[in-house]
């Protein structure tokens, strides 16, 4: 039985940045349900998938240091550890993994074109569709087997699993493995970064409801790494059943997520209390700033920040407007709530006073390279895991 125990109020496409404030917006109601028999947490409302991921969708994923960094060193603990030869990516983006894997014996699924032909220009074929049973079978025939079949943010964005999960199974060679990295739930839960909820994350991952729906379709989970990306992932590794040992971190992960309650529906509705007092915390702390006079801007026009906004009711006349780095958001508004995106270059200057890490998953990185704004008396506040002034003059 599915159970609603949080409602984040009407939400737009949270990475569809407006050229006007007259353009029509596709919003929708941004509820998320626990199912008590596989533990699965999951938006209450999907959203049709080609209305998020097509042919202008704007999320790189190799928009900072810190992600590009992460996926040479994961590319490269895949080689040490496992040597595959043949690879398959599910969701390539802009080319920051493949790029490390030989042209000739890697291939890349990709729905949004714009992406798709980035890295055909690369030389990875890439397969412009989304991720599918049929999918699964034309590339068999196509290319066969695959031995790695890699996947990062992406399997939280498809909506049928059983599927998905299926389809991956038929690809992978006996001893293949599938190696896929998304939010965790249980960081989720203890961070209170319920902006990790938006349109795309169709659901939102515990090892353990992992394991039940992989274990349906054929697959085990061998091995877990907990990593710091995103605001807290895990890095699953997943082959078919029995075909590996399976490896100390599945329990003491599974154990940890037993032991804080992922099971139990209470958890769920007491981290809705801490979403309403983030949300009227974060209230609170921004409209005493601006009574006082302070210009304040957000850094960082990410899609958790398009959640935060809406459901919290912050536009520009809290916010002036966003900072990023990323050109195809500049120049626009904000998804929902219209604040204008600007370059850092022309926003991020001695005329701020307070900025909210809208960023706040890179908040080592951003301090790190703001010393200057701190040090000239600028405030960075976030609301993880607790609506907070962060980063002190180092
Ligand atoms: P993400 O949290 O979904 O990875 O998105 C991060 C966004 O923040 C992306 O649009 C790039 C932007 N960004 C900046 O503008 N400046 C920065 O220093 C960093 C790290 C990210």
Redesign the pocket.
């Known amino acids: 039985m599915k159970h609603t125990f949080l409602d984040l109020g009407t939400q737009p496409i949270a990475n569809k940045f407006l050229q006007e404030a007259g353009e029509d917006e596709y919003k929708f109601n941004l509820t998320v349900e626990f199912d008590d028999e596989t533990k699965l947490v999951s938006l209450g409302n999907f959203v049709r998938p080609e209305l998020m991921f097509n042919d202008s969708y704007v999320?790189h994923s190799s928009?900072?240091d810190?992600?590009r960094k992460h996926f040479k060193d994961y590319s490269q603990l895949l080689k040490e550890d496992f040597n595959p030869q043949k690879v398959l990516e599910i969701g390539s983006n802009d080319g920051v993994f493949v790029r490390n894997f030989d042209q000739k014996t890697t291939i890349a699924v990709e729905p949004c074109g714009n992406f798709a032909q980035l890295t055909n220009a690369m030389h990875y074929e890439t397969y412009n569709e989304f991720w599918s049973m049929d999918l699964a079978k034309r590339i068999i025939k196509e290319h066969g087997k695959r031995d790695l079949i890699s996947s990062s943010n992406c399997i939280c964005h498809i909506q049928n699993l059983d599927e998905a999960f299926a389809g991956i199974s038929e690809c992978l060679s006996e001893d293949g493995i599938f190696v896929f990295e998304d939010p965790s739930l249980i960081l989720m839960l203890e961070r209170v970064s319920y902006d990790q909820i938006y349109d795309e994350h169709a659901h939102i991952f515990s090892v353990t409801a992992l394991q039940n729906l992989l274990n349906r379709n054929g697959l085990e989970i061998f091995r877990v790494d907990n990593l710091e990306v995103?605001g807290g992932s895990n890095r699953i590794y997943a082959c078919k059943i029995g075909a590996r040992n399976v490896e100390k971190s599945v329990a003491v992960n599974l154990e940890f997520e037993d032991k804080h309650g992922i099971g139990d529906l209470k958890t769920y509705q007491d981290f809705a209390r801490k979403v309403q007092k983030s949300k009227d915390s974060l209230n609170d702390i921004l409209i005493d700033l601006k009574s006082k006079g302070k210009k304040i801007v957000s850094?960082?026009?990410?899609?958790?920040s398009t959640t935060v906004f809406n459901y919290c009711g912050i536009g520009p006349d809290l916010i002036d407007y966003i900072?990023?780095?990323?050109a195809d958001?500049q120049g626009k508004l904000s998804p929902g709530m219209h604040i204008p995106v600007v370059s850092?270059d022309s926003g991020f200057d001695e005329t701020v006073d307070v900025a909210f890490l809208g960023?706040w998953?890179?908040e080592k990185?951003?301090l790190a390279?703001e010393q200057r704004f701190i040090k000239d008396g600028g405030k960075f506040i976030t609301h993880i895991p607790y609506v907070r002034v962060v980063g002190t003059s180092a």
């Open positions: 999320y928009n900072s810190t992600m995103h850094y960082g026009a990410t899609s958790k900072v990023d780095t990323t958001k850092p960023a998953n890179y990185e951003i390279k």
